[in-house]
């Protein structure tokens, strides 16, 4: 069993040599660290900031086929995410969850149109047919008072019914955290975060043979290079700049799209599913989602161009109003940016369209969420596009071009991800004694490995205690972030480890000092660097409030 230690996996880093070094420490990194190793490989994997610190903590946390993509008739996306979502729920029933979807359906006097009545049914129809009667249900049509059952504050003055469908859910980060923990300590892999790749590395023929990572980035004299024999960049919408790195120009081949999410109270705006609401300005639609373990629903999510700075791309009082606008269009919830307790923005890795064969649409919306892997001429493979849930069918395509660049076939190498269980993957989610368990949240977040958890509380039962107030977070998880998740930052522990910021982001700030001096002893903090954590967290997250347009009390 190996140990999930920085300090060690750095020390690797330096001394050892790789089939492959995988740059990118989200959730296609990850699954491609996860792949590779499981296939007999010799891994490492390198991120320059935190895992799941770009787009893989920032998504609408669905793990879904993509109902939206039948009306681009992209039947064959749909089918492979349908799989995927399937492997999901087996492989990381700690993690991934069923989850019911309401579309409600409007019209005038009573009588929704039975072209749009029509139209939603053969989608569903087709959904399920393609895949989704997988998950175990089939959609079914509801009654205007079932449907107010599960979003209560529904305008029903048009209210006329609606429909029933089925996904899934995940909490993104803890996902792209497991993977990369599974890939290091149940194969091997040597993963290490904030050790940014700083130039690649060639031989007298131009190939490539790895790469110089700083792993303190204001020292240069911490540079060592690290040596492997094929180097993936699956470093998401930075693809283009490792690129630059590999072929000495800047390609153009992502077209970012941001997507904003807001929570809000579920007092505000009751959900105790998901809700499917039409925004008839754009032809779009956003979703309503409660939050588990809490009493927070989140709005989600906004599909804009995106042009500015790929690193902490802001939240804008536009990109809220159209949230709350979108949700007070179709409910009686009323909502103002007042409701909002927290937000999240993010951007999506789009591949560019080719323009060659004509007119390109101007909406993020309408480009596909496919993926492509490329190999350059220095033998650099770079995997690109796709999304949350098919990574692991992204890491599977990545890895057979790998094993070939490695002079191997994938069929000798086979892939075993497809019934890979992660760690703490388990059915304990289901059993509704463990569900009454005082501490049952620790069962979606940790499966098996809660009870590693509720250890740390052993002899200091303050650790069971609330780590900020209204949500389901124990001290011990901060400890245990700090211990065994390789957290290096608050920021990490507040935001990925636990989603406390993005959540409720007042109380998290103010919790922030308490937070930093809990987990200082198990990160090497004095005093001053504790507090200057704390800070520097606090300050983070009142910038980008006040960018939203949320006022600070």
Not at 100 to 125: E, H
Not at 395 to 412: H, I, M, N, Y
Request: net charge neutral.
């Amino acid at each position: 069993m190996h140990r999930f230690r920085r300090e060690d996996s750095l020390r690797r880093l330096a001394a050892e040599r790789f089939d492959v070094l995988v740059v990118g420490g989200g959730v296609t990194g990850a699954g491609v660290a996860l792949d590779a190793a499981s296939r007999g490989l010799k891994v490492a994997l390198v991120e320059k900031d935190d895992f799941a610190s770009g787009t893989s903590s920032k998504s609408s946390k669905m793990i879904h086929g993509g109902l939206r993509y039948l009306q681009q008739r992209e039947f064959r996306l749909v089918y492979e995410n349908l799989a995927e979502r399937q492997r999901l729920l087996e492989n990381a029933p700690h993690l991934v969850s069923p989850l019911p979807f309401l579309i409600p359906l409007f019209g005038r006097d009573g009588v929704v149109s039975k072209t749009v009545a029509r139209s939603y049914s053969m989608a569903l129809w087709l959904y399920d047919l393609t895949g989704g009667l997988r998950i175990g249900a089939r959609h079914k049509r509801v009654t205007k008072d079932q449907a107010l059952a599960h979003l209560p504050t529904l305008a029903t003055d048009h209210l006329v019914a609606g429909f029933l469908y089925f996904d899934a859910r995940a909490d993104d980060a803890r996902l792209t955290l497991t993977l990369a923990r599974t890939a290091a300590v149940e194969y091997g892999a040597v993963v290490a975060n904030y050790t940014p790749v700083v130039r690649l590395t060639t031989d007298a023929d131009g190939a490539t043979t790895g790469a110089v990572v700083r792993p303190d980035p204001s020292d240069p004299s911490s540079e060592f290079p690290v040596q492997a024999r094929v180097v993936v960049n699956a470093t998401g919408v930075w693809a283009d700049e490792v690129r630059a790195l590999d072929e000495g120009s800047h390609p153009r081949s992502i077209r970012p799209a941001k997507g904003v999410h807001v929570s809000v109270p579920a007092e505000r705006l009751p959900c105790d599913i998901a809700a499917v609401i039409p925004v008839p300005r754009d032809r779009r639609s956003i979703f309503v989602v409660s939050w588990p373990d809490t009493d927070l629903v989140y709005l989600g999510t906004t599909d804009t161009d995106y042009q500015g700075p790929l690193d902490d791309p802001s939240c804008t009082p536009e990109d809220v109003d159209y949230l709350l606008d979108a949700a007070n269009n179709v409910t009686t919830s009323a909502l103002t940016r007042a409701d909002v307790t927290g937000v999240w923005a993010g951007l999506r890795p789009l591949l560019a369209p080719d323009d060659k064969a004509g007119h390109v649409s101007e909406r993020t919306a309408d480009l596909s969420r496919r993926h492509t892997v490329q190999t350059s001429a220095h033998g650099v493979v770079t995997v690109t596009g796709g999304k949350l849930t098919t990574y692991r069918k992204m890491a599977e395509d990545t890895v057979d071009v790998v094993v070939q660049r490695l002079g191997e076939s994938p069929k000798t190498r086979r892939c075993i991800t497809k019934s890979l269980r992660l760690i703490g993957a388990t059915g304990a989610t289901k059993d509704p004694v463990a569900m009454a368990h005082p501490h049952a949240h620790l069962l979606g977040r940790y499966g098996t490995e809660s009870a590693a958890v509720l250890a740390l509380a052993e002899g200091r039962p303050e650790l069971l205690e609330p780590a900020i107030p209204g949500l389901p977070y124990m001290r011990a998880e901060l400890v245990y972030a700090a211990r065994e998740e390789m957290a290096q930052t608050l920021d990490d522990v507040l935001a990925r480890r636990t989603r406390a910021v993005i959540q409720r982001a007042q109380p998290t700030m103010a919790a922030a000092h308490a937070a930093a001096a809990l987990i200082a002893p198990d990160m090497g903090w004095d005093e001053q660097t504790a507090s200057t954590q704390a800070a520097h967290f606090i300050e983070t997250y009142e910038k980008e409030l006040l960018t939203a347009g949320l006022d600070l009390p």
